[in-house]
């Protein structure tokens, strides 16, 4: 019996360590006659599932010959990780047709599949099941908060915070914090860091509230407390201050940070750069990317970072390094552009006075259907209004209509740039096709952090 029990233990801790490898253990697993109990099959159905597999993990289920609550829960879990949302709910209602009532892990698992579908109704529902299963540890609080937060019940997850009986532990000061951040409610994540433990996590998300309300006040703080604490070698939690200090406006004490540390990553580097790109530095911007192209270990640029040099290349008129570095990013780096940055880069020329250019761009693009997208058009219109090319500006407002006719921020624009072209009565149109839809424009806001 031990020489047998050996090689399973293997192929067990094989599956655990190389998902990847997942279908050679299957045949090794059928070889043994090992997948007629539960555990080794359960453990391959959750191996494939991080593989990205579901399919097979679906198919193997589906072949077993013995099925506990264990097997239906990864299961579940199998089709949560990929995003099968009518899938789970076809498990859950299997496993109560098959006899096993939910678990806590049952539970835990239905409330992730709806905080990342945002159902809220359902969620609702399940909450009531764990309240009448005498599930409420701290993790299943934990889950519960991050539903209500996903779905914007911000008082809700509050309320099941402040009077849950269970010990709140980090992991749920985190999910409750993180929420406030994600919902904008940045007051109660600063007044919340009054009185928990303070961890990476915790300082990322505090560092996020002060990037968003650009309080920069409270950033130096959080700042002094990762020195204190000893997190300043932490990549993620550099990256964050990085974000930070670029937000508030001193770009300068970002790239000390940056300067500062010890492993830098594409993040990193797209972050500092973006920041020179927001306070129209495109000079620094553009030093820094040759620097990231000369920097060891390597660090390869992706989308995210060529936005930003484009758009620094944008806010300081470096017209020719911009067509540069669009040019670069797909010949060097075979990054395909995508609408963003071709929306820059009209930009660009728009803000530049090369209005033809602009326009032969934009025909290239309007002529393959599946690389027109909005925020081209918006871009190609703008540069329309700046230049006065009324004829121009005309069409791409017939095409702003076909690509995205319930966006009313598009129907303002197009109705500011008739007024622009002296079009009034076009214009007052627009306006009304707003009225008529019943579409309102978000309102502009701004804020400014005293003290």
């Known amino acids: 019996m031990a020489r047998t029990a050996t090689p399973l233990s293997a192929l067990l801790r094989g599956l655990s360590s190389r998902p990847s490898h997942s279908p050679a253990f299957h045949a090794a697993l059928l070889k043994s006659s090992s997948l007629s109990s539960p555990n080794p099959a359960t453990a391959?159905?959750?191996?494939?599932?991080?593989?990205?597999?579901?399919?097979?993990?679906?198919?193997?289920?589906?072949?077993?010959?013995?099925?506990?609550?264990?097997?239906?829960?990864?299961?579940?879990?199998?089709?949560?990780?990929h995003a099968r949302c009518g899938a789970v709910a076809e498990v859950f209602r299997g496993m109560a047709a098959a006899g096993f009532a939910p678990t806590a892990a049952t539970l835990c698992?239905?409330?992730?599949?709806?905080?990342?579908?945002?159902?809220?109704?359902?969620?609702?529902?399940?909450?009531?099941?764990?309240?009448?299963?005498?599930?409420?540890?701290?993790?299943?609080?934990?889950?519960?908060?991050?539903?209500?937060?996903?779905?914007?019940?911000?008082?809700?997850?509050?309320?099941?915070?402040?009077?849950?009986?269970?010990?709140?532990?980090?992991?749920?000061?985190?999910?409750?914090?993180?929420?406030?951040?994600?919902?904008?409610?940045?007051?109660?994540?600063?007044?919340?860091?009054?009185?928990?433990?303070?961890?990476?996590?915790?300082?990322?998300?505090?560092?996020t509230a002060c990037s968003a309300a650009a309080n920069l006040a409270y950033g130096l703080q959080v700042h002094c407390k990762v020195l204190r604490c000893g997190f300043d070698s932490e990549t993620v939690l550099c990256n964050a201050l990085i974000d930070m200090y670029a937000k508030c406006g001193r770009t300068t004490a970002a790239r000390v940070v940056f300067d500062r540390m010890t492993c830098r990553n594409i993040v990193s580097w797209s972050s500092m750069i973006d920041g020179y790109s927001r306070h129209g530095h495109g000079k620094e911007a553009l030093d820094l990317f040759e620097g990231m192209e000369k920097a060891v270990p390597i660090v390869l640029p992706n989308a995210i970072t060529f936005l930003?040099?484009?758009?620094?290349?944008?806010?300081?008129?470096?017209?020719?390094?911009?067509?540069?570095?669009?040019?670069?990013?797909?010949?060097?780096?075979?990054?395909?552009?995508?609408?963003?940055?071709?929306?820059?880069?009209?930009?660009?020329?728009?803000?530049?006075?090369?209005?033809?250019?602009?326009?032969?761009?934009?025909?290239?693009?309007?002529?393959?259907?599946?690389?027109?997208?909005?925020?081209?058009?918006?871009?190609?219109?703008?540069?329309?209004?700046?230049?006065?090319?009324?004829?121009?500006?005309?069409?791409?407002?017939?095409?702003?209509m076909e690509v995205d006719p319930q966006n009313p921020r598009n129907l303002v624009l197009i109705s500011n740039f008739h007024a622009a072209a002296g079009q009034w009565s076009i214009s007052d149109g627009s306006r009304k096709v707003i009225m008529d839809k019943g579409l309102n424009k978000e309102a502009a806001s701004s804020h400014v952090s005293i003290g």
């Not at 097979?56 to 089709?79: I, K």
């Not at 761009?361 to 230049?387: E, P």
């Open 44 to 81: 391959l159905l959750t191996a494939y599932a991080k593989a990205g597999l579901p399919g097979a993990a679906s198919r193997l289920f589906d072949e077993m010959p013995v099925r506990d609550a264990v097997a239906w829960n990864a299961l579940l879990a199998c089709h949560v990780r």
């Open 109 to 207: 698992t239905m409330l992730k599949a709806c905080a990342s579908s945002r159902a809220v109704r359902p969620g609702r529902q399940v909450h009531a099941r764990t309240v009448l299963a005498c599930h409420g540890d701290v993790i299943m609080t934990t889950a519960l908060v991050d539903l209500y937060m996903s779905c914007g019940c911000v008082e809700e997850a509050k309320r099941l915070f402040i009077h849950t009986d269970c010990p709140k532990d980090v992991a749920l000061c985190n999910s409750v914090l993180s929420g406030c951040v994600e919902n904008g409610q940045f007051r109660e994540a600063f007044l919340m860091l009054r009185g928990i433990e303070l961890n990476g996590i915790t300082l990322t998300c505090a560092l």
């Open 308 to 400: 930003a040099v484009l758009s620094a290349c944008g806010h300081s008129g470096l017209v020719d390094e911009g067509r540069s570095k669009l040019h670069l990013m797909k010949r060097k780096y075979a990054i395909d552009p995508g609408p963003e940055h071709y929306a820059c880069f009209i930009d660009m020329l728009g803000r530049a006075g090369l209005i033809d250019e602009a326009w032969d761009l934009y025909c290239c693009l309007h002529s393959n259907k599946s690389q027109l997208h909005g925020a081209i058009c918006v871009a190609m219109l703008n540069a329309c209004m700046a230049n006065m090319d009324v004829a121009r500006g005309n069409m791409v407002a017939e095409h702003i």
